[in-house]
């Protein structure tokens, strides 16, 4: 059974570059879609972009200008960086298998990382 | 994009008792070619992420209990708890993966009354 993982760091200060990985275990990263989505505390959720295992990606175009996927398929593991961050990027940050290729649902879902903008 | 609107925001029910709600989608969802609705929906337990519980707007994930139900088609959908029971209190979205930016519904958040 396939679990995702999301590491990194907890606090980031306004203006650097948020970096989140996503580490997928119990299967392999190869033939999937790979998605980030974020919650702000208390609020819903927002897509924030996916990538394919051949290192494709669909960006959310309210990110698209300060967003980088990747993807590394040899240690199973994907990641994003967010630059020139605000508090407003503040959330938890998850990532989730689109287990379908071709159909962009999520399942599963990592526990999340709650991030925090703050100087 | 696709604006997905839920509601109501929140709603108080009993237990045993049935709890309705809605989602509609700023456009249609409905892939005509394949005649599926592209709608899931989500259940978000506190401090837990959120679980896929139906998807193609009726269609159950396996394990997901049968008093769950989703139906609708087009632009306007619902998600049924037939008999609500203390473990469904979460809060419950909708999301649209008809076209990308792919879009989640507010929440609804469900609790006992």
């Known amino acids: 059974q396939v679990q995702l993982r999301e590491s990194g760091p907890g606090l980031v200060k306004p203006s650097e570059t948020l970096s989140l990985t996503c580490t997928v275990s119990?299967?392999?990263?190869?033939?999937?879609?790979w998605s980030w989505i974020r919650q702000p505390p208390g609020k819903g959720l927002e897509w924030i972009g996916y990538?394919?295992?051949?290192?494709?990606?669909n960006y959310n175009p309210s990110l698209k200008s300060r967003l980088t996927l990747s993807i590394d398929t040899s240690k199973n593991q994907f990641s994003l960086h967010l630059s020139s961050v605000t508090a407003a990027d503040t959330a938890i940050y998850y990532c989730?298998?689109?287990?379908?290729?071709?159909?962009?649902?999520?399942?599963?879902w990592g526990q999340g990382t709650l991030v925090i903008v703050s100087s | 994009d696709i604006v997905m609107t839920q509601s109501p925001d929140s709603l108080a029910v009993s237990l045993g008792e049935r709890a309705t709600i809605s989602c509609k989608s700023s456009?249609?969802?409905?892939?005509?070619?394949?005649?599926?609705?592209?709608l899931a929906w989500y259940q978000q337990k506190p401090g837990q992420p959120p679980k896929l519980l139906i998807n193609?707007?009726?269609t159950r994930e396996s394990g997901v209990p049968d008093r769950f139900s989703g139906s609708g088609s087009g632009t306007d959908f619902t998600l049924t708890i037939s008999s609500l029971q203390a473990e469904d209190v979460a809060v419950y979205y909708c999301?649209?993966?008809?076209?990308?930016?792919?879009?989640f519904g507010g929440g609804t958040k469900v609790e006992i009354k």
């Open positions: 989730a298998r689109q287990p379908v290729l071709a159909y962009n649902y999520f399942d599963p």
């Open positions: 119990g299967g392999s990263i190869d033939s999937y879609y």
């Open positions: 990538i394919f295992y051949t290192g494709s990606t």
């Open positions: 456009q249609s969802v409905l892939y005509s070619s394949v005649n599926k609705n592209f």
């Open positions: 193609w707007a009726s």
């Open positions: 999301q649209q993966h008809y076209s990308t930016p792919l879009t």
